[in-house]
C-alpha cells in the first residue's frame, strides 16, 4: 500500500502542477514503476477539464469558447507538459539534418516554426472535437482519452533505446513488461467504464495505433526515445482518441 501510494504521489507530481510531497527515498527505478499509474492519474486530470468545460456550456458560454478555455486550463494543470514534448519532436524531426541535429534542437528550449504548427494543429484539432462532444458525453470522453494517452507510454519505453544516456527518460528509469501491462489495463479499464463498449475498443485501438507510429518514427528519426517522444505520443494518441470519439458520438 505504501508503495502505491507512492507511485501515485509521484506521478501526479509529475503530470500536474499539483504540489505533492516527495516520496521518501525515491529513487529512478521509483519513477519507473509509478508509471501503471500514469492512467489513472490521467482520468483525474481529464475529468477536471471535461468538468470546467462542462460548467462552461451550462453558464451559456459557446461550445468552441468553452472548448477552448478547458484545453487551456488543462495546460495550466499539466504545465503544458506533453505539448512541450510535442513541440520539440516536431521542430527537431522536422529541422534537423542527422541525429545529432535533432537531438540537439530536441533539448533546445525555443519554439521553431515545426513545433508552432504542431502546436495549432493539435489545438485545433482537439478543440474542434471537443466542441463537436455532446454534453452527456464531454467529461467521458476527455478521461479516456487522457487515460488511454498516458496509458500506451509505458510500451514505447519498453520498445525502444535511449536516444541520449542523459535525457529525462534516461535518468528515469525504464519501466519492466509488467509494469506496461498494467498501465495499459488500468488505461482499457477506465475507457471501458466511461464510453460505450464499441468505443472504448476503438479508442484502445487508436491509442496503441498512434503510440505504434510514435515509435516508429522515433526509431527512424534519432534511433530510439527521449521524454519529448514519450510527450509528443501522449498528444498524438489523445487528438486521435478524441477525433474518434467526436465523430463517433458527436
Not at 61 to 88: C, F, N, S, W
Amino acid at each position: 500500500m505504501r508503495d502505491l501510494l507512492d507511485d501515485l504521489r509521484t506521478a501526479i507530481a509529475f503530470l500536474t502542477r499539483l504540489p505533492m510531497p516527495h516520496p521518501d527515498g525515491a529513487r529512478p527505478e521509483g519513477f519507473a514503476r509509478a508509471q501503471r499509474l500514469f492512467p489513472l492519474v490521467g482520468a483525474g486530470i481529464g475529468a477536471a477539464i471535461g468538468l470546467f468545460c462542462l460548467l462552461l456550456r451550462t453558464i451559456g458560454v459557446p461550445d468552441l469558447a468553452a472548448a477552448a478555455l478547458a484545453l487551456g486550463g488543462g495546460a495550466l494543470l499539466t504545465g503544458a507538459l506533453h505539448e512541450d514534448g510535442l513541440a520539440d519532436v516536431a521542430d527537431g524531426f522536422g529541422g534537423g539534418r542527422d541525429v545529432a541535429a535533432k537531438l540537439e534542437i530536441m533539448r533546445d528550449s525555443r519554439l521553431g516554426t515545426y513545433g508552432a504548427l504542431a502546436l495549432v494543429v493539435s489545438f485545433a484539432t482537439r478543440l474542434a472535437a471537443l466542441a463537436a462532444l455532446p454534453d452527456g458525453m464531454v467529461v467521458q470522453s476527455l478521461i479516456s482519452a487522457h487515460a488511454l494517452g498516458r496509458g500506451v507510454l509505458p510500451w514505447i519505453a519498453i520498445s525502444l533505446p535511449y536516444a541520449r544516456k542523459d535525457g529525462l527518460a534516461a535518468n528515469a528509469g525504464r519501466p519492466d513488461g509488467t509494469i506496461a501491462v498494467v498501465a495499459a489495463g488500468i488505461a482499457l479499464v477506465i475507457a471501458l467504464l466511461a464510453l460505450p463498449f464499441g468505443s472504448a475498443l476503438l479508442a484502445a485501438i487508436a491509442a496503441g495505433a498512434s503510440a505504434l507510429i510514435m515509435a516508429l518514427l522515433a526509431k527512424r528519426q534519432i534511433g530510439g526515445q527521449t521524454g519529448d517522444v514519450l510527450g509528443g505520443a501522449e498528444q498524438v494518441a489523445e487528438t486521435a482518441i478524441l477525433v474518434l470519439l467526436a465523430a463517433r458520438l458527436g
